[in-house]
């Protein structure tokens, strides 16, 4: 069984297509380890936010890819 990733979930539910706002410069959209993100806050390196979207995918309890 296939699970939706978030974009996907949230424009079907015609909550926000992230790809046509990113697109058309209406959201600001950052490709970041999540790693990065407190200290990019902290620092204020995104600016003010009034909404983040963090998303993590493919996360499984045991280890189901070699590669």
């Given at each position: 069984m296939s699970r939706p990733e978030l974009e996907g979930a949230l424009s079907d539910a015609?909550?926000?297509?992230?790809?046509?706002?990113?697109?058309?410069?209406n959201i600001k959209y950052?490709?970041?380890h999540l790693s990065n993100t407190p200290q990019w806050v902290k620092y204020g390196f995104l600016g003010k936010m009034d909404i983040a979207l963090v998303e993590a995918i493919a996360i499984y309890k045991k280890r189901k890819y070699d590669g």
């Amino acid at each position: 069984m296939s699970r939706p990733e978030l974009e996907g979930a949230l424009s079907d539910a015609g909550v926000i297509n992230c790809r046509n706002e990113t697109n058309n410069s209406n959201i600001k959209y950052v490709d970041m380890h999540l790693s990065n993100t407190p200290q990019w806050v902290k620092y204020g390196f995104l600016g003010k936010m009034d909404i983040a979207l963090v998303e993590a995918i493919a996360i499984y309890k045991k280890r189901k890819y070699d590669g």
